[in-house]
């Protein structure tokens, strides 16, 4: 599978590169690109109800859950060290913040 990114085609990689979660909140990233043309991320999210269902349609309880997985994407995608400075920089500033405002909440 590939797809157009600016006249150069990056291979993307069939399987997710890693599962994410919190609470019933699940989301798989994709890694795609090389080391020559730069690296690129996607994810998507979703809610595994009790009984195994995967669901696009979240609760209210759910909110503090999209917090918290927000946070774990940013330090995944940071962790990876594939983003340029600048854009890793930025995500480990929003996870940062993130820690800190669940902090407060505990």
């Not at 730069?38 to 909110?63: K, V």
């Not at 983003?83 to 995500?91: C, I, S, V």
């Amino acid at each position: 599978m590939t797809q157009r990114n600016g006249g150069r085609r990056k291979a993307l990689i069939a399987k997710p590169y890693a599962m994410v979660g919190s609470g019933l909140l699940t989301s798989a990233i994709w890694k795609y690109g090389d080391e020559a043309t730069g690296w690129d991320y996607r994810f998507n999210l979703f809610r595994m109800s009790p009984t195994g269902r995967i669901e696009q349609r979240f609760c209210a309880t759910d909110l503090l859950h999209f917090v918290k997985l927000i946070r774990v994407l940013a330090t995944v995608l940071t962790e990876d060290g594939c983003l340029p400075p600048a854009r890793r920089n930025e995500l480990a500033r929003l996870a940062a913040l993130l820690d800190d405002f669940r902090a407060e909440d505990e």
